[in-house]
């Protein structure tokens, strides 16, 4: 598996853009060079807030832009972004009460300080971000790539020329009215309608790749664009063009330099980092106060205060010591988040995108993949698979069934899902809630969903010998009557290969004949004036077998996950791919047997010598199969087998042998470990199944993490 991304270059960034928020609210070179502090925190300091927004559209926005995660995952950390929002509300509304903030406040001027500008001169953050993510996200759903990143680009020219730009717009009476009206609703346009879209976008977009460029490069790019910045910056006040100073023109460019740059750097970051920056963030505005309180208390205002190097470093010296305070107290408050525990599914993500390009590299011109994830993809995880699938570039997945279609959708997947089993007519509202493609699966289905009265896009399943679902190849005039039924567009039509798996002369020939079936029906169909919709006839085997086979789609299964039905199937193909599961359980307890004692259900295990047992933490309720004989498992690198019945949630493993074996330890069923491996295959065999069965069958009870 490949090793996780390091980011102590923006935990430690975070530090230093925590550092450059507080200068420009405590303005530290004023004392000694008003030129030189303006330097600082209204050009160089500038980067900070764009800077927190891009680390939140990575690891926020990312993912779900992308369809790996969901919505849900996006609300949630936005409830969280708002719920912080509140608490910090709430901490300054006494210092905001008692400096005058809210008096004669009417109602929208609460609202517009609530939702755009913040309750505290520093709260804005909390809103544009908020709302930022919820704008990029929408935007997402229409707009892709380039046309995503103009007009968030668009928005933060608004922006810009109702900030630093403004001189130029109140030139012009159209537009400076336009402005102003916006004023009526909030403030400053640096908020979330504006400058945050941009720079959440592109966190998402540089976080999601490779850094690009050489370190030398971004450098440079990152030092020249920074002293353009600064001429702008200089330029702009001696114009005095200026109302506020948060957007400048250059500001994305230096703000592109430095994310790569700080993601090429990974330092080990100390851990709170990321906590002790949000926090002094948020404190430093009440760490002003309580400075300006103590230092007039004890008399020691101009070295506290007046002196604005010294109150500056005062302030950042009591914001970090109360925000490690927090960020402490909360730590010892959360409890530690479950991973790994009894039974779980190891995912390589490295695998898979390996399978995915040794299939792609398989396929005829013109052709795509379109991943079976049904039956939980495999018991691989549904959901993780085709987040993963959508962030390599697929577009299109098929299922076996309404509920699994729906799961995805739900969980944020796009594109075309297609259902390939029998959905009932009255459940065609459904289908069309969630935009999903129903199998005709023969003609009389297909009159069924044409009469539910409803447009509904099919792809029409055909029978060329298998004698399963499809309307046989031979019936003409049904499958064109399909093609014309008043409520259903064809989008598609395909068969499946039902002998492809196997070497043998006469399973060959009839591939041949399956192919040369739906291919004359094809040529009829064409010569009837029907426009052909997308056709595929590909699964894993038809794929490894025959490559030459033309269509629109291949529908692989067991074979993106780096399998085959067969351990025969796979030394015949010898295919490309690597396993990309493996299933672990831990050592619950560790027994003493004398010899003659029995174990388990019906005392099926008696031990013949003095024996200890290891109890595993899964069983059949998980997948394991009963009926598994002579099976092992992996422990510390050793083989140790499997002895009794196999409950339905722990199994007993003897190990006699491996006397270091303690509770807690892991214990590896499918995988590797040391030199030792034990497959899908082993399973299967001892099982008397195919790999296809035993991966279905493991249970959702089973964690799934990819890694």
Known sequence: MGNPPRYGGLDAFKVIAALLVVAIHTSPLTTYSPDGDFLLTRSLARVAVPFFFMVTGQFVLGEVLQGRRPFSALWGQVKKILLLYLVAVVLYLPVGLYAGHYQGLSPLSALRLLLFDGTFYHLWYFPACATGLLLVYLLGRVLRGRGL???????????????????????????????????????????????????????????????????????????????????????LRHFALQRHDSMYLLLPVVMVFLYRLLLAWSPQAPAFCRPVSTWVYILHPAMIVVIRGAAEAVGLTAVLVDNSLVHYLAVCLLSFLAAAVIAWALARLRPPRPTRGRAWIQLDQDALAHNVSALRSLLPPGCQLMPAVKANAYGHGALPIARALAAQGISAFCVACLEEGIQLRKGGIRGEILILGYTPPSQVPLLRRYK????????????????????????????????????????????????????LRVEGIFTHLCTADSPSPADRAYVQRQVQAFQQLLEELKNRGIPLPKVHLQASHGLLNYPDISGDYARVGIALYGLLSTQQDWNAAAPPLRPVLSLHARVAAVKSLPAGAGAGYGLAFVAQRPTQVAVLT????????????????????????????????????????????????????????????????DLARQTDTITNEILSQLGTRLERILS
């Open 149 to 235: 990143l103009a007009v968030t680009g668009l928005l933060y020219l608004i922006g810009l020329f109702g900030d630093s730009y403004y001189g130029l717009t109140a030139a012009l009476p159209p537009l400076a009215a336009a402005y102003e009206a916006g004023f009526q609703v909030f403030s400053y346009t640096r908020n979330g309608l504006f400058m945050a879209p941009l720079f959440l976008l592109l966190g998402a977009r540089l976080g999601s790749r490779p850094p690009a460029g050489r370190p030398a490069v971004n450098g440079l790019g990152l030092l020249l664009s920074l002293v353009l910045m600064t001429g702008e910056a200089f330029t």
């Open 436 to 487: 999903l493609t129903q199998t005709a699966v023969d003609f009389s289905h297909a009159v069924q969903l044409s009469q539910a009265g409803k447009s509904l896009p099919v792809h029409l399943a055909v029978d060329t010998g298998m004698h399963r679902l499809g309307e046989p190849c031979h019936h003409l005039e049904e499958i064109v009557q399909i093609f014309t039924m008043k409520h």
């Open 618 to 681: 899964i069983g059949y309720g998980d997948g394991l199969p009963r009926s598994l004989t002579g099976g092992e498992v992996l422990l510390g690198g050793r083989r140790a087998p499997i002895i009794g019945r196999i409950c339905m949630d722990q199994t007993l493993v003897d190990v006699t042998a491996l006397p270091a074996v303690q509770p807690g330890d892991e214990a590896i069923l499918i995988g590797s470990a040391g030199q030792e491996t034990i497959t899908a295959y």
